[in-house]
């Protein structure tokens, strides 16, 4: 079975954009989350989607938002991008709720110049 | 406070040694525990997840203190290839989120 696909691999764009990462989950998976991380840290939660709906949201400005589609793959979207915005961007997807362990994919790398 | 805390290292330790990692969470509603691992440049990969009674996966052990609210890992054994950053991570109800630890970074040396 396919694992957490993310596309595209590597993103390089310049302050002011935006940009669009997107997410497929594990089959059967309905719940998708994104997180941010910088080097030298852990992954800092932006946004949980289960069911086409927001479920959960980090402490990140509004230039952030995602979606998620009948089919269970996701979006995020970030608006006016800003050169701290330089990050990996991962995809995370379980059957659920957090009480299910999630699954990773490999990652957007974005570079803000 | 951040919601979860670990000692990011680094731990150097020789094949064939022991280590544990400890992990500190602020938030006593937290009702899932995992521990991963990321290798450099890699994604977040499950190692475990944490049960309170504990739990054991070949040289690796969990365990968690809801009284003290820390998380442990052991590892027995070290091999080179346990080499790798090690992430705890704290799931809470509200709002779904899962929280990370800034984790904790191991070379295995021969």
């Known amino acids: 079975d396919a694992g957490v696909t993310q596309s595209p691999t590597h993103l390089i764009k310049t302050r002011g954009q935006q940009v669009t990462l997107r997410c497929s989950p594990i089959s059967g998976h309905k719940s998708v989350s994104w997180y941010q991380q910088v080097l030298g840290q852990g992954p800092q939660f932006i946004f949980q989607y289960y069911e086409k709906e927001e479920r959960g949201r980090g402490n990140f400005p509004d230039r952030f938002s995602a979606r998620q589609f009948p089919n269970y793959s996701s979006e995020l979207n970030v608006n006016a991008l800003l050169l701290g915005d330089s990050a990996l961007y991962l995809c995370a997807s379980s059957p659920w709720d957090v009480s299910q362990p999630q699954h990773f994919g490999d990652g957007t790398r974005l570079s803000i110049l | 406070r951040k919601e979860v805390e670990q000692d990011p290292g680094p731990f150097n330790v020789p094949e064939g040694a022991t280590v544990a990692f400890n992990c500190t969470y602020s938030?006593?509603?937290?009702?899932?525990f995992f521990w991963y691992r990321q290798d450099c440049r890699k994604e977040p990969k499950l190692l475990m997840s944490v049960y309170s009674s504990g739990n054991e996966d070949g040289r690796f052990t969990a365990q968690l203190n809801r009284a003290s609210q820390y998380i442990s890992l052991l590892i027995r054994d070290s091999k080179l290839s346990d080499s790798a950053t090690y992430l705890c991570?704290?799931?809470?109800?509200?709002?779904?989120?899962?929280?990370f630890g800034t984790g904790t970074s191991l070379t295995v040396i021969p």
């Open positions: 938030n006593s509603a937290s009702q899932s």
């Open positions: 991570v704290v799931g809470l109800n509200t709002g779904n989120q899962f929280y």
